[in-house]
């Protein structure tokens, strides 16, 4: 399917009915695994459920912004892109990242989204970010990286770690393969797009401050 213009598809389906009808049968009456945090997102009525206002609702920010599939889902492609955009101008609005003169890198599970600050400036981000499922959740509080491996292998699981950096025992930041955009987290680590990890590794450095707080949605 053609994405149209932003606005354009709103409108054409006001005018012409077969349009409309199309529109009514490709929205999901489906509650997606980010209803809620969709919901409030988007100033609707933060039920949970998935209601025909709220598929309207949520396909035409889809639409709009050119995420697929545009069928009205609240799942994690929709959530991240709301986040990043919420969180853009000032991932710190709420404070929940220590401020110190020092380069910080703020990992914030409750939004999956890290950041690198040094006093109230912006270094990098927000980026999006995958972190651990239950049972391997990554851990909250100051972290110090420790070492920096760029074309690390885990051996634990045999896989690639593009542009390791490690704060928390066997935890660190790296990029992977794929998407980041599933309800499935990570094993402890904190997973970044390959861009977003390489962008990082220029960032940071041995002994620079990691701080994680909040609680990965469904752990």
Not at 145 to 155: A, E, F, L, P, Q
Request: hydrophobic share 35%; net charge positive.
């Amino acid at each position: 399917m053609t994405l149209l213009p932003a606005g354009t598809a709103l409108a054409r389906d006001a005018r012409d009915p077969a349009r409309d009808a199309l529109a009514q049968a490709t929205c999901t009456g489906r509650t997606g695994p980010y209803q809620r945090q969709v919901e409030r997102l988007l100033k609707l009525k933060a039920d949970g459920r998935q209601s025909a206002a709220d598929c309207r609702a949520v396909r035409a920010y889809q639409l709009k912004h050119g995420i697929k599939p545009a069928i009205g889902f609240a799942g994690p492609v929709t959530w991240t892109h709301l986040q990043l955009r919420a969180a853009r101008r000032n991932p710190n609005a709420a404070g929940k990242c220590p401020v110190r003169a020092y380069r910080v890198a703020c990992v914030d599970l409750g939004r999956q989204l890290t950041w690198v600050q040094k006093g109230r400036k912006l270094a990098l981000g927000p980026v999006p970010v995958r972190t651990g499922r239950a049972g391997y959740r990554t851990r909250a509080g100051w972290h110090t990286v420790y070492w920096r491996h760029r074309n690390h292998v885990s051996t634990l699981y045999g896989q690639p770690m593009p542009y390791s950096q490690f704060f928390s025992g066997g935890q660190a930041f790296h990029a992977v393969d794929g998407t980041l955009f599933t309800t499935v987290g990570s094993r402890g680590c904190v997973n970044l797009r390959p861009g977003d990890a390489r962008k990082l590794w220029g960032v940071l450095r041995k002994g620079d401050r990691v701080y994680v707080w909040g609680r990965r949605p469904g752990t």
